[in-house]
């Protein structure tokens, strides 16, 4: 069991910056990929960006050379610097944990972000 608490949601104005934290718990050995989804109202939740144990990042389109996925092995934290946010960036962020190599898949409760003037 892994337990997933996130932090850093609220709101800000476009062209504001946010960081979102998320402190993972519990069963987290192993080799695992972590991630930050974003779930806006009315559309479906499509991941923002990810990063594997060993530090390997990847990024959607719409955030590229905006948002910074981090990770810190030792504290079992995983960090979304998130930059020149706009309007369209509003929707519930989820943490995400996925175990590789063995089963394990858990999600965060989510946290809002709000861009708006």
């Known amino acids: 069991q892994v337990q997933l608490v996130e932090s850093g949601g609220g709101w800000v104005q476009p062209g504001g910056s946010l960081r979102l934290s998320c402190a993972a718990s519990?069963?987290?050995?192993?080799?695992?990929?972590m991630g930050w989804y974003r779930q806006a109202p009315g559309k479906q939740r499509d991941v923002v960006a990810t990063i594997t144990s060993g530090g390997s990042t990847s990024y959607a389109a719409s955030v590229k050379g905006r948002f910074t996925i981090s990770r810190d092995n030792a504290k079992s934290i995983v960090y979304l610097q998130m930059l020149s946010l706009k309007p369209e960036d509003t929707a519930v962020y989820y943490c995400?944990?996925?175990?590789?190599?063995?089963?394990?898949?858990?999600w965060g409760q989510g946290t809002q972000v709000t861009v708006s003037s």
């Open positions: 519990g069963s987290i050995f192993g080799i695992s990929t």
């Open positions: 995400h944990f996925q175990r590789i190599f063995a089963p394990g898949e858990y």
